[in-house]
Nanobody, 123 residues
Framework: QVQLVESGGGVVQAGDSLTLSCTAS????????MGWFRQAAGKERDFVAA????????YYADSVKGRFTISRANAKNTVYLQMNNLKSEDTAVYYC????????????????WGQGTQVTVSS
């Protein structure tokens, strides 16, 4: 089992950058595929990005491709989401999640979740 804690959220202006971190405790995060999801007010939770256990494979939602980068530092049990050129539509609570097995983009297959961190982008 693993516990996940996100950090790095905040209020920024459109065009700014922000980096989110997700630190795992318990079973080491290198055992898991990791993903980032987000949920805007009144909307469903959407896939943002995911990374394989090794870090060699990454996947992105079309809406963030080219602007966001997911990475991981297994020695630090931490996964990052670098967000550049932020837009107002990126405003949401961002969640880190972990699962066994290969990367998938469906949140239903992720077993462990953090508490979320708010990102607000003002235009």
């Amino acid at each position: 089992q693993v516990q996940l804690v996100e950090s790095g959220g905040g209020v920024v202006q459109a065009g700014d950058s922000l980096t989110l971190s997700c630190t795992a405790s318990g079973r080491t995060s290198s055992s898991y595929t990791m993903g980032w999801f987000r949920q805007a007010a009144g909307k469903e939770r959407d896939f943002v990005a995911a990374i394989s256990r090794s870090g060699y494979s990454t996947y992105y939602a079309d809406s963030v491709k080219g602007r966001f980068t997911i990475s991981r530092a297994n020695a630090k049990n931490t996964v990052y989401l670098q967000m550049n050129n932020l837009k107002s539509e990126d405003t949401a609570v961002y969640y880190c999640a972990a699962k066994d097995g290969p990367v998938v983009t469906d949140s239903r297959f992720y077993d462990y979740w953090g508490q979320g961190t708010q990102v607000t982008v003002s235009s």
